[in-house]
Every structure is written in structure tokens, then in C-alpha cells.
């Protein structure tokens, strides 16, 4: 069974960059790894994969030594369990809104004693090749990401609640969705509530990372990174876009 290597980056004092996949792309999950990104968010929340697209997108992952993580659609124990069994390193879950959705999930994402996950073969244990059940079992327990989604206001006034759950690995806090629930107050201020968002985490020794980045907005990105944020989040879709503008005005098409 692999090495997490988001989880592994981010133990060893390094921020680990991702790129987000809104699609059924192999190919882009190849290339970032080719690239050296640490992983990259399957987004199934948004997004048309089937869990059969999702498990070949993890093969390209293993194959280019890139941590594939899903943002799931919802937060049910059998969501958790189909990802997970596709050989996903972690979940990202939107929505996440109090202590006790968070706690739920993580003991739904680990097996015994951290949890209840359902018990299977397949490939996310190496199809019974990754050594005991109990063994197996231990290694998953320790290497998955369980990272929970900060998007609206009834989730920051819930915070110290989702800090205190045991198996919260890391929170994912974003702009779109947390800018909706406060009521569209302009930019400057939700970013204020992210960056409040972020001290907190840190200070409760639990890992943050940040979405909702702009490909344009390096210096927003420096100034997280700045501040204690272990992993950021980018739009593959969106950086495409950037390198084909760019490359039409270098060329000097009309």
C-alpha cells in the first residue's frame, strides 16, 4: 500500500499543491504528477465521474506518484465507503457544518477501533496482498486524509467543535460557497473571515488548506502561505485558461 504524499509533505513543514479535476482526465492527473504537484482534488461534488472513472483516475495518480483525493457529493457512510474503496488517499466534504456531521464522517472514513468503515477486499487494500486485515486495516487508519469543507457561516461558528474531532486530518476552507452563505459582502471581507479561519486551525495543531484560488493570484496564494496554510488548491480548468490567453498575447494574435 502507498505512502499519502500530500499527508507526507505536509508532516515534513512543506505546503502541497493541488490541482482540481472537473472531469474524467487521466491524462491531467499524469501530468501533474509529471509536473511535481503533490495531488489532485477529483471534484465529484461538481463533477460527471462515476466512481469507475474515479478509480482509473487514482490508477494515473499511483502511477505518477501524485495523491489522489475526491471531493465527494454528500456526506452519507456509503459515499464515503465507494470512494475510499476506489483507492482514494482522502476525502474532501463539502457542507460540513458542526461537530457532529464532522465526527460522523470520520468515523465513517476508519476502520476499527477509529471507526466504522465497511470491511472489503479490492484495491485500496492491495486485494488482500497489503499484509493481515488488522494490519491493513492500522496502515489505512494512519494514512487517509479526512478533510472536512468550511463554506458557510453555520461552519465558522461551529469551528471549535469540528477543530476538537479526533480523525479531522485537515480543513478545506473556500470562497465561493462561504461568500453565498455571508451574503456576497465583497471580497475583502470574506477573505477576512478565511484568514480567521486559517489562525484558528493552526493553533488547534490541525492542517488547513485553501480553495477558491484565482491562477492570477499569486500574491493572495504567498500571503496563505504566509500565514501557516499547508496546502493550496488551484483549478485545472483555470490554469489552462491562463496558458492559452497568455500564449495568444506572446504571439500576438488578434
Not at 109 to 131: I, K, L
Request: proline share 4%; net charge negative.
Amino acid at each position: 500500500m502507498r505512502i499519502n504524499k500530500l499527508k507526507q509533505t505536509i508532516i515534513d513543514g512543506n505546503v502541497g499543491f493541488g490541482g482540481i479535476i472537473s472531469g474524467n482526465s487521466p491524462e491531467i492527473v499524469e501530468l501533474l504528477g509529471a509536473i511535481g504537484y503533490d495531488f489532485v482534488m477529483i471534484d465529484c461534488e461538481h463533477g460527471p465521474m462515476d466512481v469507475g472513472q474515479v478509480e482509473n483516475m487514482v490508477r494515473a495518480a499511483e502511477a505518477f506518484n501524485i495523491t489522489p483525493l475526491a471531493r465527494i457529493p454528500d456526506h452519507s457512510d456509503t459515499t464515503v465507503l465507494r470512494f475510499l474503496d476506489r483507492g482514494i488517499q482522502g476525502i474532501i466534504v463539502p457542507h460540513v457544518n458542526t461537530g457532529e456531521q464532522a465526527e460522523s464522517i470520520a468515523r465513517a472514513a476508519r476502520y476499527y477501533p477509529e471507526g466504522h468503515r465497511g470491511v472489503g477486499g479490492g484495491r485500496s487494500t492491495d486485494y488482500g496482498m497489503g499484509g493481515s486485515r488488522e494490519e491493513s486495516a492500522q496502515w489505512i487508519n494512519s494514512s487517509i486524509m479526512v478533510i472536512p469543507m468550511i463554506e458557510e457561516v453555520e461552519a465558522i461558528e461551529n469551528l471549535d467543535d469540528i477543530l476538537a474531532v479526533k480523525g479531522i486530518d485537515m480543513l478545506h476552507v473556500v470562497s465561493g460557497d462561504l461568500s453565498q452563505s455571508m451574503g456576497y459582502p465583497g471580497q475583502d471581507v470574506v477573505w477576512k473571515a478565511m484568514d480567521d479561519v486559517v489562525k484558528r486551525t493552526r493553533e488547534s495543531g490541525k492542517f488547513v488548506s485553501v480553495g477558491g484560488n484565482s491562477p492570477t493570484g499569486t500574491k493572495r496564494v504567498a500571503n496563505l502561505i504566509n500565514q501557516g496554510v499547508n496546502a493550496i488548491t488551484i483549478g485545472t480548468l483555470g490554469l489552462l485558461s491562463l496558458a492559452a490567453q497568455r500564449f495568444r498575447e506572446e504571439v500576438g494574435a488578434q
